[in-house]
């Protein structure tokens, strides 16, 4: 089991352009979170979805920012015209069933991150 | 709206001391309490997690209790070491749904 995957690690963009960020979640799990987290700052949600369902995106910007989980293929958090203030560490998760001490419960397991810097 | 408080945000301790983070939930259906180690440059991981129904739980060196009156739950770290040094964050899960809030994080660093 590869875990979640996320790419590109690092990606930089001028202001304006478009930035697309790609999670693999866990083999079978059908439930994926993005967060952001600005440099030195914690992980704000953004985004939750399920195959083909956006479930809540309350802590997504309205403008520029948008997610998508198709039915193939990898969730994408694409960020459009982007800004220096976008700068961050863009982190999906996917939830996992995990049978250690808490049987039970659903966890959230992260991919390594996308680091995206914004000239 | 939910939110999680955590405090401190920083935190020094010598080698082999004890260390403790807070956190504090808004939203009284939270059940699922987990923490979460961040070092430097690499991805958030599950250190420890407590359920609702349990009081206390402990994992080797690290433990966390829950007080579901006061809504406070805290990670406790015993005899700490240079590689307990990162960033801790609690997080809480609302009942009946999938939303995890994260406080805003603690940076330990255990000094030898």
């Known amino acids: 089991n590869a875990g979640v995957m996320q790419n590109p690690r690092h990606l930089v963009r001028r202001r304006g352009q478009e930035a697309r960020l790609r999670c693999s979640p866990m083999?079978?799990?059908?439930?994926v979170y993005w967060y952001r987290q600005l440099p030195e700052e914690g992980l704000k949600f953004m985004v939750y979805?399920?195959?083909?369902?956006?479930?809540?995106e309350s802590g997504m910007p309205k403008e520029r920012f948008s997610a998508e989980f198709p039915k193939e293929g990898p969730s994408i958090l694409r960020i459009q015209q982007v800004v220096r203030g976008d700068s961050a560490a863009y982190f999906c998760?996917?939830?996992?069933?995990?049978?250690?001490?808490?049987?039970?419960?659903?966890?959230?397991?992260f991919g390594a991150g996308s680091r995206l810097t914004v000239l | 709206g939910e939110n999680v408080e955590q405090h401190p945000s920083t935190l020094s301790v010598q080698e082999g001391d004890s260390a403790v983070i807070k956190c504090t939930y808004s939203?009284?259906?939270?059940?699922?309490f987990p923490w979460y180690k961040q070092e430097l440059g690499k991805r958030p991981q599950l250190i420890i997690d407590i359920r609702s129904n349990v009081g206390e739980k402990k994992d080797q060196r690290i433990a966390v209790t829950l007080n579901k009156t006061a809504k406070h739950f805290s990670l406790h770290i015993t005899e700490t070491q240079p590689e307990d040094s990162a960033v801790y964050f609690c997080?809480?899960?609302?009942?009946?749904?999938?939303?995890?809030?994260f406080g805003t994080g603690t940076r330990l660093k255990v000094l030898a």
């Open positions: 998760a996917s939830l996992s069933y995990s049978w250690g001490a808490q049987s039970g419960a659903n966890v959230l397991t």
């Open positions: 939203d009284s259906a939270s059940n699922y």
């Open positions: 997080a809480a899960r609302l009942s009946g749904t999938y939303k995890y809030i």
């Open positions: 979805l399920q195959k083909e369902n956006i479930i809540d």
């Open positions: 083999k079978g799990h059908s439930h």
